[in-house]
């Protein structure tokens, strides 16, 4: 018999019982500590921000896939965040003038959209996000392409499974004013070129139509959304695949030099077809995939130069990318690269676990001990029952993992306990007086 619905997650959500948090954990501890290795600052925000500040990035088409609301008896709408960039940016706005820069910041929050649950995309998720503002140049979306590539690596990922695919808007403008593309409509040329295999072919050619380009030129459109290079500092080479000018490609070979000698080059291509569909993008454009592009995008970004200013800030040049928790999770497990018991190995380890085995004084003793040891710093569990049966209570020891159990038994009447060292299996018999330094000490070796 099934649980009534209001007795099951929302749909599009999940529960994180404890196995499962730690994988999160896990994902995220790899994400925080790329971070701050690379020099970027944690923040948050508000879960909830005003409606409107989505739809001035957005427009108004984005209201239907945001959860939205308004307070019983106010006035404003508001909607749960869906992505982190306005957060952002309106915190960069109010203080651009106090701020240090460049100013380096990710944060790790909770998103929520409104849309249809499918396999890589839920209502709910967790999305790390990492931006660089204040510094011109490609050396920023090096910092920031190393940042994730990094995390992927120390999550056990190699090239073989994800591929750094890079583009550049300006240099893509370029191929599609050869193309005959009309400038004041680039914006839906863009659009068109990233929507190039959701659409059937006469929608295509009709909206290629439409922008200046006529069937030849909507075909070489077609193939520009397909033409992919490994990655080359060659001017000539992109030019040539591009069908632009080698002074065209510049912008792109500068960054593909730098990314080649920062030694990123063996995970990253050259894929035109990257646009990223947001106005907002101003220069480079980059997502992750799963190597053999069967799953969603792991990530997404680019520059967005414009971005601060459009929230009431000063111009400012900016970097970063947001990469969501869900297909990464589906291509750690695929790779084999999280444990088999679905996380439980990831739990942590606590440093002893106290059992009390019904001699008198134990139930004194343990909450003595389990007091003094946690006060040290010490993971510390223990039994909520006294048994002369050892066995079973070791076995509660064991299904956590503990490194150590300390058993207080009949030679409490000596003033010892027993120490069973549970990785070796070793164990001996230690002075009551003593048990908090060895431990101490077994931890430290630990």
């Not at 879960?47 to 088409?61: I, N, R």
């Not at 100013?103 to 990492?130: D, S, Y």
Request: with cysteine.
């Amino acid at each position: 018999m099934s649980a009534p619905a209001h007795h099951q997650p929302p749909k599009g959500t999940r529960d994180f019982y404890p196995p499962e948090m730690a994988v999160r954990r896990h994902i995220e501890s790899a994400w925080r500590k790329a971070s701050i290795d690379h020099g970027f600052d944690e923040i948050d925000g508000p879960t909830f921000e005003h409606l409107s500040l989505y739809t001035v990035k957005s427009g108004e088409g984005i209201i239907n896939e945001l959860f939205s609301f308004r307070r019983a008896g106010g006035e404003d709408d508001y909607a749960l965040r869906p992505e982190f960039t306005p957060t952002l940016a309106r915190m960069v706005a109010a203080r651009a003038g106090s701020l240090p820069q460049p100013i380096k910041w990710f944060a790790i929050p909770t998103h929520f959209r409104a849309e249809r649950p499918q396999r890589g995309r839920l209502r709910e998720f967790i999305q790390w996000n990492v931006d660089l503002i204040g510094v011109e140049g490609s050396q920023a979306e090096v910092d920031v392409l190393s940042t994730a590539i990094i995390a992927m690596e120390r999550l056990g990922l190699t090239p073989a499974d994800v591929r750094v695919k890079l583009s550049h808007r300006g240099v893509v403008a370029a191929a599609l004013h050869a193309l005959g593309a009309q400038s004041e409509r680039l914006a839906e040329a863009f659009a068109l070129l990233d929507r190039r295999d959701k659409l059937e072919p006469a929608e295509f050619d009709s909206r290629a139509a439409a922008i200046g380009l006529g069937a030849s030129s909507s075909k070489r459109l077609t193939e520009l959304a397909r033409t992919k290079l490994a990655i080359t500092s060659d001017a000539s080479a992109i030019a040539a695949a591009l069908g632009c000018t080698p002074a065209n490609a510049e912008p792109l070979v500068e960054l593909a030099q730098r990314l080649i000698v920062a030694e990123l080059g063996a995970w990253c291509d050259l894929d035109f077809g990257i646009v990223r569909g947001l106005a907002y993008y101003t220069g480079s454009v980059f997502e992750l995939h799963e190597a053999s592009g069967s799953e969603r995008a792991i990530a997404g970004g680019g520059r967005y130069d414009k971005l601060i200013e459009l929230f009431g800030g000063p111009s400012m040049p900016a970097v970063g990318f947001g990469m969501g928790d869900v297909v990464l999770g589906l291509l750690l497990r695929d790779r084999g690269k999280l444990p088999a018991d679905e996380g439980a190995t990831l739990l942590p380890r606590p440093d002893v676990f106290l059992v009390s085995a019904g001699a008198p004084d134990a139930e004194q003793l343990l909450l003595q001990l389990s007091a003094s040891m946690r006060r040290a710093g010490l993971h510390v569990r223990h039994t909520y029952k006294a048994t002369r049966n050892v066995g079973k209570l070791l076995s509660e020891a064991g299904k956590c993992r503990a490194r150590h159990a300390i058993i207080l038994g009949a030679e409490l009447e000596q003033g010892m306990v027993a120490w069973k060292d549970l990785d070796a299996g070793s164990q001996e018999l230690v002075p009551v007086a003593e048990v908090l330094a060895r431990v101490k000490e077994a931890t430290a070796r630990a």
